[in-house]
């Protein structure tokens, strides 16, 4: 089992950049995770945003060339790095984690994670 604890939501404006932390520990020794990014705003459903797999990457296309994934083994963190921030990019921000996929379609599909964080909430005004 593993946690994980988001940060780095806020209030920002059309156009800032925020860069978001995932932390995860626990049954992390001798374990290699998958992590992504999904979103949610009220009355729909969570989306995908990203992935990062061994050393591959996975973007939405309403992200693509704005947000990078990226992950810092020594602290055990995965970050997501917004830039150019939309009003539509509004949204609690979740992260999740899984063992390795050999289908990589699956990292986009909430059900392949079995472990969340509690969420951040990012708010852009326009």
């Known amino acids: 089992q593993v946690e994980l604890v988001e940060s780095g939501g806020a209030l920002v404006q059309a156009g800032d950049s925020l860069r978001l932390s995932c932390a995860y520990s626990g049954r992390t020794s001798g374990y290699y995770y998958a992590v992504g990014w999904f979103r949610q705003t009220p009355g729909k459903e969570r989306e995908f945003v990203t992935a990062?797999?061994?050393?591959?990457?996975y973007y939405a296309d309403s992200v693509k060339g704005r947000f990078t994934i990226s992950r810092d083994n020594a602290k055990n963190t995965v970050y997501l790095q917004m830039n150019s921030l939309k009003p539509e990019d509004t949204a609690v921000y979740y992260c999740?984690?899984?063992?390795?996929?050999?289908?990589?379609?699956?990292?986009?599909?909430?059900?392949?994670?079995?472990?969340w964080g509690q969420g951040t909430q990012v708010t852009v005004s326009s």
């Open positions: 999740a984690a899984t063992p390795l996929l050999s289908d990589s379609a699956k990292y986009l599909r909430t059900t392949s994670y079995a472990s």
């Open positions: 990062l797999g061994w050393n591959d990457r």
